[in-house]
Each structure stands twice: as structure tokens, then as C-alpha cells.
């Protein structure tokens, strides 16, 4: 029988920490940001996410997993990503970057309004294959997270907790971080069971997160 079209054949004896470096060798490119829902790009290739705070270092890590520095704008600034951006990887998968949610200091009509188009994209959006929910390695899991899961549950859109910056935090405070994020997995039953590690800043992790995008794909 022929594979689906979407799916990433695994030659023989190749490991999926391979596959995953071949899906993120192809070409990935910007292809569009929507600012409102009406101009989300028409749902076609399966769909990963990358969700978090503000901060938390959405842009840098798809520019780690790309390999291109620039691909999605990082900035010091929090908040300043209010759009959902969408990159095309391979022709074979969309990675869209999310605007951050739980940034405090952005005036209170456009925070409705940008995290009510998150909201709505990631409840009603049938590409949608997985969410990488980004949580700082170095700071406490927040109210918002929880909502936000919460609604991935609801959903019924399969959820990876990615640890990000973990370069910043001691061994032993991202054991911590991992543990209390095995611990959030237990109780969210659209989260899926592993837990990623990573630094956008020395690559940890990058390998296996690849793998791991890539197995949306099988
Ligand atoms: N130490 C460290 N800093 C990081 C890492 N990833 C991102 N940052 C920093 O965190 C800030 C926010 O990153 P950004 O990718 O723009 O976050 P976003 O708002 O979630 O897209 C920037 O100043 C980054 O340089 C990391 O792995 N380690
Ligand atoms: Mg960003």
C-alpha cells in the first residue's frame, strides 16, 4: 500500500534522531503571518506549533531547530510577536510560531485580541498535529500555562512540554523543572509523555526535538 502523502519514509536501520535531521536539513522558509484569524494561512500541510509566554524563547528555538539564525525574529523585548507566523519545512510540514501569551504590560484590548486568535487557532484548526508548549527552565510554571493546556485538553490537541533555556539553570534545578513537568503531564491527558530538554543558546536537545517534530510526520 502507498504511504500517505505526509508521511516521512524511515529507511531501514535509520534512526529517528536521523530522520529528524533530514526533515530540518530541507529548505524552510516564511511563508506568511496572520495577524487575525481570517488571515490564518489555508490549513493544508500537517501543522506544529510552538506555544509559550512571552520570552520564553519560541522565535529562538525555531531558529535552533532551523538552523538559520534569523528565520524567526527573536528579540529581547517581550511581547513584540503578535502574530502567528507560518514556515514551510521541506513542502512537507508547517512550524507556526505563536504570539506569546501571559506578557502583562501590553495594553489590555490587544492582548484580548491576539490571544483570542491563539485561542481560537489552537482549538479549530484541523492541521493542527501537536503543540510544543515552551516552558522556561529557569522559572515557575504560571496560571496561564495551566490555561493554556487546559485548553489543549479540552481540544483533544496532543501537547509536548519543551523545557527551554535550560543553559541558565543549574543540573539540578532543570531535574527539578523536568520532574515538575513529568508531574503536569500525568495530570493533562492530551500531553504527551516525554519531556524535552533544551538551550537555543548551546543546542541541547535540538536532535531529539527534531526527531520528535519528525514523528508527526509517520
Ligand atoms: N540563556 C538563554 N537565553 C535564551 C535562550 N533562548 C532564548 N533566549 C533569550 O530569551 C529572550 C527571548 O527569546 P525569544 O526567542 O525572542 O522568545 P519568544 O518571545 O518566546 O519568541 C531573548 O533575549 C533570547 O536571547 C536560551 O536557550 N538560553
Ligand atoms: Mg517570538
Known amino acids: 500500500m502507498a504511504p500517505p502523502p505526509d508521511s516521512l519514509p524511515q529507511g531501514e536501520g535509520e534512526s529517528t534522531l536521523e530522520v529528524g535531521r533530514r526533515l530540518f536539513a530541507a529548505e524552510c522558509r516564511f511563508v506568511h503571518a496572520a495577524q487575525r484569524l481570517d488571515q490564518l494561512w489555508p490549513p493544508g500541510l500537517p501543522e506544529v506549533a510552538f506555544a509559550g509566554r512571552s520570552n520564553v524563547g519560541k522565535s529562538s528555538l525555531l531558529n535552533a531547530l532551523t538552523g538559520r539564525r534569523a528565520l524567526a525574529r527573536s528579540s529581547g523585548a517581550p511581547g513584540r510577536t503578535r502574530q502567528l507566523n507560518f514556515f514551510e519545512l521541506g513542502g512537507r510540514l508547517m ?7 501571559g506578557y502583562a504590560q501590553a495594553p489590555k484590548h490587544v492582548k484580548a485580541e491576539w490571544q483570542g486568535m491563539m485561542f481560537d487557532y489552537l482549538r479549530g ?28 485538553d479540552r481540544a483533544a490537541v496532543t501537547f509536548q512540554i519543551v523545557l527551554t533555556k535550560a543553559d541558565g539553570e543549574t543540573a539540578g534545578g532543570v531535574a527539578a523543572k523536568r520532574t515538575e513537568a513529568l508531574a503536569l503531564v500525568r495530570g493533562h491527558p492530551a500531553a504527551y509523555p516525554e519531556v524535552a530538554v533544551t538551550s537555543s543558546e548551546t543546542g541541547l536537545g535540538m536532535a531529539e526535538l527534531r526527531a520528535g517534530v519528525a514523528k508527526v510526520l509517520v
Not at 512550524?95 to 501569551?101: E, S
Open 95 to 101: 512550524l507556526v510560531d505563536m504570539p506569546g501569551y
Open 125 to 152: 484548526r484541523p492541521t493542527l498535529r501537536r503543540v510544543m508548549l515552551l516552558l522556561d527552565a529557569r522559572v515557575e510554571v504560571k496560571a496561564s500555562d495551566r490555561a493554556v493546556m487546559e485548553l489543549l
